[in-house]
């Protein structure tokens, strides 16, 4: 089904006029409109198109009549010549849930998830068509002549007074099913007779090249290359000055709420901060980092009703299919409801973010991780001048013996507040093996957050479902008393709660097996090589 | 990748300019269409330029010498191909008799072109035949454009009467509308107020008689592409999307 379809560069230098009258004699032909084509190519926030290798492009006609379409064309960027897989659509992409069924659709749901497709690059240009025919007058061969300029909004107040760049036009030779004869000869004129190259670089590429992005540069994951020899304070600020930078890429979308993981990766970034001004101990003053905790306490704080709001509803869908077929039109009230409450909620956090204190503890912040650290190092806060692997030996030392002590301490009668601790404990091993991953042989410190992680996520479901159970129980205290949840709605939800309780057992009765997996020899041999036999020998020295 | 019929018993009831519309309305919305002109008269192949000529005939089809995927042509509207009539369908009758599993074979023979197409629109020659049960077998849907005459009636009646007897699993949907329709006519005002009474299936569609779809073969393209506006060509959009409602999910036959 999918037509040939061949791609030319047009030298700057090419007169458009002799380019056609070429053309035209050819052989019989007609030349079409002109017509106006604006292309967008998408990708989410993560960049996760471009690094699965495939460019996702959007072509709209604003000029043609209503109702408006979009063709979206999923290109393979590793075969920039093959057929690109196309799928229409009534209105501009966004999330995968607005998107009819369909192949382009089908492509996208693995990689995209629940992120916003968002323009990368967009593209505005002049399609001039021409159709070679057959002497039936019925077209055997298509061309397409397109010149395309590149528009960067200069705010997004004001979309119309863009920056336009232009970039090299392309000559498109479309074949016709059935029609291959024809289809050589048109190459035969392209190439031979008007020496045209085909394309190298795919057009998103070369739409890129001539901006400031950098594809991929985003990611929420901790990759940092530390120096095991560098003062503790500055490789300090160098992980700080990170999660600081992606607290900041991550303020516009939360604002905006384009998608729910702007505002999660931002509040997990103000997490892993705070985490490390306390588990990175002795390397900043006390009282410095006493207020710093406090201030991003705060935008933990503030942040929370928004996050909490959005777990519900992206839960939603499955809470829903969890309970017995007759219950579950039940539930509707409560995602309405949840709705209802969702805009004012976000609205309060976007003024919030706009809002001083966000910005001057954000302006504090990034003055003093930017400053240099102090000549010669302190003799106090007492790890500041030591090596960040000397620091980080430690700590990390110490927080998996904690783990440890807390674990082991659990009995099955145990109340659910030591699971809780466990799993705060858990929760800051794992970060600051994170941090340091860098500092340790690689295979490590993987296995040994792989074996973190199961544990965590056997506690999370523990903490989150109890949470979760509270939570609607206050809904329903809400709605009830709002007058928007009538009995079989309460009754639905109490059914929720009954299941998110036996979950929550279930994962209770799995902790000692779990833990055990975690505390085993081969665990605590990793930990001892890693992390113990080499603080000993950075103390010796 | 649905396929529909264009079907009538009777002759001259407007199947090829349903299938030939239809399609290229399919086209436009974004559906990968193909149109199998079966009428070895090719009047759907001379709408798009296209030469009424398959390469060995519909012997060579039906044998799997040839498949159909090698003979289909692109017609000048993207998305939109064709595969060609050929004047050897007067005989395609005889040719599915001698063949294994005669009311198999158009199934069989539209079943790997599954990932190429959303949409297959047979355009049938009029009657009733081993070709029409061929088409009864492979289609989802017989859409059939009924004058709002008596004699047009009959023959839905007809149609009727053969599909009751297939087995319910295997009879397509019967989906008729009304066709060439002259409102200043009293017989087709009344026809058309009575007949949904007997056929509660009939579309919602009238498609109404006009010189300007005889022009599509003066014109040699479809309707919707030259006079979008004009009022038979909005009544094939609504019967596209009437079509479409009932369509999606896409069913798979």
Same mark, same amino acid.
């Given at each position: ?413 145990? +109340?659910?507040?030591?699971?809780? /601790? &466990?799993? #705060?404990?858990? $929760?800051? %091993?794992?970060?600051? =093996?994170?941090? !340091? *991953?860098?500092?340790? +042989?690689?295979?490590?410190?993987? /296995? &040994?957050? #792989?074996?973190? $992680?199961? %544990?965590?996520?056997? =506690?999370?479901? !523990? *903490? ?78 | ?253």
């Amino acid at each position: 089904m999918h037509p040939v379809q061949l791609e030319y560069s047009i030298p700057d230098d090419t007169d458009p006029q002799t380019l056609a009258a070429a053309i035209q004699s050819h052989g019989p032909s007609l030349a079409e409109s002109p017509r106006t084509l604006e292309r967008r190519f998408l990708d989410n926030f993560d960049w996760s198109l471009y690094l699965a290798g495939a460019a996702l492009e959007e072509r709209h006609w604003p000029d043609d009549p209503e109702p408006a379409r979009y063709q979206l064309l999923w290109h393979d960027l590793k075969q920039p010549a093959g057929s690109p897989i196309e799928q229409w659509c009534g209105s501009p992409a966004g999330m995968l849930d607005d998107l009819a069924p369909g192949p382009v659709r089908e492509r996208l749901g693995p990689l995209i998830g629940i992120r916003r497709l968002l323009p990368v690059v967009t593209l505005r240009g002049r399609v001039h068509g021409h159709r070679l025919l057959n002497a039936d007058d019925k077209t055997v061969v298509r061309i397409m002549v397109e010149d395309q300029t590149r528009m960067e909004a200069a705010s997004p107040a004001d979309p119309a007074a863009a920056t336009k760049t232009p970039l090299s036009s392309r000559l498109r030779l479309q074949g016709v099913r059935g029609y291959e004869r024809e289809l050589k000869a048109a190459r035969t004129l392209i190439e031979d007779d008007l020496g045209l190259k085909p394309v190298e670089t795919p057009l998103l590429m070369e739409a890129l090249a001539c901006t400031s992005l950098r594809p991929g540069s985003y990611s929420s994951k901790l990759d940092y290359q530390l120096d095991p020899t560098q003062r503790a304070d500055a490789a300090t600020k160098c992980i700080l000055l990170d999660l600081l930078d992606t607290v900041e890429a991550n303020i516009d979308g939360t604002r905006s709420n384009l998608d729910s993981e702007f505002l999660h990766d931002l509040r997990v970034a103000t997490r892993r901060t705070r985490s490390a001004l306390s588990q990175i101990k002795g390397v900043f003053a006390d009282p410095l980092v006493d207020d710093y905790k406090t201030r991003f306490a705060w935008l933990q704080q503030i942040t929370g009703p928004v996050r909490d709001l959005d777990v519900y509803l992206l839960d939603f869908p499955h809470l829903r299919d969890s309970l017995p077929a007759p219950l579950r039109p039940h539930l509707d009230p409560l995602r309405d409801h949840i709705l209802a409450h969702y805009d004012s909620t976000q609205s309060q956090l976007a003024a919030e973010l706009a809002g001083g204190r966000f910005r001057t503890l954000l302006k504090d912040w990034r003055a003093f991780l930017e400053a240099p650290v102090p000549e010669p190092p302190p003799a106090k806060p007492s790890n500041a001048g030591r090596s960040i692997k000397a620091v980080a030996d430690a700590r990390v030392w110490r927080m998996y013996h904690r783990v440890l002590d807390e674990g082991r301490a659990i009995r099955d009668d145990s +109340p659910a507040e030591h699971l809780h /601790e &466990l799993r #705060k404990s858990c $929760k800051k %091993l794992r970060y600051l =093996l994170e941090f !340091f *991953q860098s500092l340790y +042989p690689k295979d490590c410190v993987k /296995e &040994l957050i #792989k074996q973190l $992680k199961e %544990l965590l996520d056997m =506690l999370g479901r !523990f *903490q989150d479902q109890a949470v979760q159970a509270a939570h609607l129980r206050e809904t329903a205290v809400e709605m009830h008393r709002e007058g928007t949840g009538d009995i079989d709605t309460l009754l639905a939800m109490g059914a929720l709660i009954g299941q998110l309780l036996s979950t929550q057992q279930q994962a209770r009765g799995q902790f000692a097996e779990v833990f055990a997996h975690f505390d085993n020899a081969a665990n605590g041999e990793r930990f001892e090589d890693c992390f113990r036999s080499k603080r000993k020998r950075e103390g010796q020295q | 990748m649905t396929v529909l019929a264009s079907y009538s018993i009777k002759g001259g009831v407007g199947k090829t300019a349903t299938a030939v519309n239809l399609g290229w309305i399919a086209a436009e919305q974004g559906l990968r269409t193909l149109i199998w002109d079966l009428d070895p008269q090719g009047a759907a192949s001379w709408y798009f330029r296209i030469q009424s000529k398959v390469k060995g005939g519909g012997k060579a089809l039906l044998s799997g010498k040839r498949a159909p995927d090698g003979q289909i042509k692109g017609t000048d509207f993207d998305r939109l191909d064709l595969l060609p009539a050929d004047f050897s369908y007067r005989h395609l009758d005889l040719l599915l008799d001698r063949t294994k599993g005669s009311r198999r074979q158009l199934q069989q023979l539209l079943e790997p072109l599954g990932d190429d197409y959303d949409l297959i629109l047979l355009d049938c020659p009029p009657g009733i035949s081993l070709v029409s049960e061929n088409v009864f077998r492979a289609a989802w849907g017989l859409l059939v454009p009924t004058i709002p005459t008596p004699l047009s009636v009959r023959t839905l009646d007809q149609l009727r009467s053969f599909l009751d007897q297939l087995e319910p699993a295997r009879a397509p949907r019967l989906l008729p509308f009304f066709n060439l329709v002259e409102r200043g006519k009293r017989m087709h005002r009344e026809t058309m107020e009575t007949l949904p009474e007997r056929y509660p299936e009939l579309l919602p569609v009238r498609v109404p008689q006009a010189s300007e779809v005889e022009r599509m073969g003066l014109k040699r393209m479809p309707l919707p592409a030259f006079a979008p506006r004009h009022d038979a060509s909005v009544a094939y959009r609504a019967l596209w999307d009437e079509l479409r409602r009932q369509i999606e999910p896409t069913p798979r036959r």
